[in-house]
């Protein structure tokens, strides 16, 4: 499966953008990174780093492109990490 992204001002943006590539029939799992917050798994550099470089997608060298996409994996990874510390509820 080919990923894709797409970058908007909010997740809502950033979504309708995505939608608007796919196909109408395609299943696509769709994970949307919310504005991570400094704490132990994603420190508020990182943050900052990966929205310094996220205003200039379309200008970043090759380092640049490289960079954002080992922050991009961060995070999704510090999001998986605080997933795991929450306690499972059941219903």
Same mark, same amino acid.
Request: proline share 9%.
């Given at each position: 499966?080919?990923?894709?992204?797409?970058?908007?001002?909010?997740?809502?943006?950033?979504?309708?953008?995505?939608?608007?590539?796919?196909?109408? /029939?395609?299943? !696509?799992?769709?994970?949307?990174?919310?504005?991570?917050?400094?704490?132990?798994?994603?420190?508020? !550099?990182?943050?900052?780093?990966?929205? /310094?470089?996220?205003?200039?997608?379309? !200008?970043? =060298?090759? !380092?640049?492109? =490289?960079?954002?996409?080992?922050?991009?994996?961060?995070?999704?990874?510090?999001?998986?990490?605080?997933?795991?510390?929450?306690?499972?509820?059941?219903?």
């Amino acid at each position: 499966m080919q990923q894709q992204q797409e970058f908007g001002a909010t997740p809502q943006e950033a979504l309708s953008a995505l939608l608007q590539r796919l196909p109408p /029939d395609t299943p !696509a799992p769709i994970v949307i990174w919310p504005f991570n917050r400094g704490d132990a798994f994603w420190t508020d !550099a990182q943050q900052t780093r990966l929205q /310094d470089l996220k205003s200039r997608h379309d !200008a970043l =060298s090759p !380092a640049e492109r =490289s960079e954002i996409e080992e922050l991009i994996a961060s995070s999704f990874e510090a999001t998986l990490a605080r997933t795991q510390t929450v306690p499972s509820v059941k219903s």
